[in-house]
């Protein structure tokens, strides 16, 4: 880790003996996973939104529809995700100051950018939280921890998805 980059936010373990049978360093290790992923999604959920509110050009209202649509679920993945991160022993990071930390994602410029730039920063955005839950989904499996392993599943399939729609508004 150069001097420049963050260092990550350590956790906090909540409950420390979990009779789940998941061994603590796999639930630590899980857990700091699903803070990325946590991270990510919140990242990407404010760019959605922001490029909803922001939105220009002729396109303006199938993106305005399809961007509201895209925020809201990602609204309502992070709760599962952060609930998920508790359920295995950890807190949940919540902080702007953290998620810049673990987050994948740039920030956004500070003036909206045109209407296909935003759908390509938001298929990049889609593809990275793909990745970041495909990433852990070996020691997830190998853990036999199946609800994460089903979050994961889900979250890889919406992100995937999104992306591919997104590609299309631009024809590639």
Same mark, same amino acid.
């Given at each position: 880790?150069?001097?420049?980059?963050?260092?990550?936010?350590?956790?906090?373990?909540?409950? &420390?003996?979990?009779?789940? $049978?998941?061994?603590?360093?796999?639930? *630590?290790?899980?857990?700091?996973?699903?803070?990325?992923? @946590?991270?990510?999604?919140?990242?990407?959920?404010? %760019? %959605?939104?922001?490029?909803?509110?922001? !939105? %220009?050009?002729?396109?303006?209202? %199938?993106?305005?529809?399809?961007?509201?649509?895209?925020?809201?679920?990602?609204?309502?993945?992070?709760?599962?995700?952060? *609930?998920?991160?508790?359920?295995? $022993?950890?807190?949940?990071?919540?902080?702007?100051?953290?998620?810049?930390?673990?987050?994948?994602? $740039?920030?956004?410029?500070?003036?909206?950018?045109?209407?296909?730039?935003?759908?390509?920063?938001? !298929?990049?955005?889609? *593809?990275?939280?793909?990745?970041?839950?495909?990433? @852990?989904?070996? @020691?997830? #499996? &190998?853990?036999?921890?199946?609800?994460?392993?089903? @979050?994961?599943?889900?979250?890889?399939?919406?992100? *995937? &998805?999104?992306?591919?729609?997104?590609?299309?508004?631009? $024809? #590639?």
């Amino acid at each position: 880790m150069s001097k420049n980059t963050p260092a990550t936010p350590k956790l906090h373990l909540t409950s &420390k003996n979990l009779g789940i $049978g998941i061994s603590e360093k796999n639930r *630590e290790a899980i857990a700091q996973g699903l803070s990325h992923l @946590l991270a990510d999604t919140y990242t990407l959920y404010l %760019t %959605t939104h922001n490029f909803h509110w922001n !939105v %220009t050009g002729p396109m303006f209202n %199938t993106l305005h529809q399809m961007f509201m649509a895209q925020y809201n679920e990602l609204w309502t993945a992070v709760d599962p995700i952060a *609930e998920r991160i508790r359920a295995l $022993g950890y807190s949940a990071p919540g902080s702007y100051a953290a998620f810049a930390q673990l987050t994948r994602l $740039g920030d956004v410029p500070l003036q909206p950018p045109r209407a296909e730039d935003m759908i390509r920063i938001l !298929v990049k955005g889609n *593809e990275t939280v793909a990745a970041t839950a495909r990433e @852990l989904l070996p @020691l997830v #499996e &190998k853990a036999g921890d199946q609800p994460t392993t089903d @979050l994961l599943s889900a979250r890889m399939d919406i992100h *995937e &998805k999104s992306a591919w729609m997104l590609r299309s508004m631009l $024809g #590639e």
